[in-house]
């Protein structure tokens, strides 16, 4: 069974391009995350969800969108991809501040490549 | 100043090396340290984590904090072949928000 899946695993796309990459989660977690790794491994947070509700939006431009349907899915939609978006995307869940411990650890998924041409 | 600084590597030991593998960073308020591996296109997994200053220890591998000089360390015993991987250091802030190093890339040569 697949904790945390994303699809697609690959994405080749034309630059102006609108896409999304869906993120599903079977842990029964509260909260999930969208990363960013770029090409030097650096993994770096852009979105959080607890429970639906937006907890974390890093500096991000608003050309990425997450949405929360349920708090089992968190999906990212980007608009007009440029070049620079070119990474590959994590999907993130952890059981949240509700897990009442001090600290929260996070199951990531197998991660979506994202290419821009 | 990255907040969390990690040499990128590649580290390459021959099989059965003690590995060393270290982060540095900058904010003092850090209570909980991750240590994740990634395998080549995979995600991270976490691998172990500590709290505030000590050591810890899980089979092979033993993560140690030193807060005064702020300074996170993993070492792996009897390094092994299926080792070989990116190793992630992120000390977690008080949001539970993970702040990751650039990771550090193992070899280990049979």
């Known amino acids: 069974d697949t904790a945390v899946s994303q699809t697609p695993k690959y994405l080749v796309t034309q630059m102006g391009n609108d896409k999304s990459i869906k993120c599903e989660q079977n842990?029964?977690?509260?909260?999930m995350y969208w990363y960013k790794q770029d090409s030097k491994k650096f993994l770096k947070i852009m979105f959080s969800?607890?429970?639906?509700?937006?907890?974390i939006n890093e500096t991000v431009p608003n050309r990425f969108s997450p949405k929360s349907p349920d708090k089992a899915h968190l999906n990212l939609h980007i608009n007009s991809l440029e070049l620079g978006d070119s990474a590959v995307y994590f999907c993130?869940?952890?059981?949240?501040?509700?897990?009442?411990?001090?600290?929260?650890?996070?199951?990531f998924g197998p991660g979506t490549r994202l290419t821009v041409l | 100043q990255k907040e969390v600084e990690q040499d990128p590597g590649p580290l390459s030991v021959p099989e059965g090396a003690i590995v060393s593998l270290n982060c540095t960073y900058s904010n003092s308020a850090f209570q909980y340290f991750m240590w994740y591996r990634q395998y080549s296109r995979k995600g991270p997994e976490l691998l172990m984590y500590?709290?505030?200053?000590g050591n810890k220890e899980d089979g092979r591998f033993t993560a140690q904090v030193d807060k005064s000089s702020k300074y996170i360390s993993l070492f792996i015993r009897d390094s092994q072949p299926s080792d070989s991987a990116t190793y992630l250091c992120?000390?977690?802030?008080?949001?539970?928000?993970?702040?990751f190093g650039s990771g550090t890339r193992l070899l280990v040569r049979p």
């Open positions: 500590t709290y505030s200053s």
């Open positions: 992120a000390p977690q802030d008080s949001s539970y928000k993970l702040i």
């Open positions: 969800y607890n429970n639906k509700e937006l907890i």
């Open positions: 993130a869940s952890s059981q949240g501040r509700a897990s009442g411990g001090r600290t929260d650890t996070q199951y």
């Open positions: 842990l029964g977690h509260d909260t």
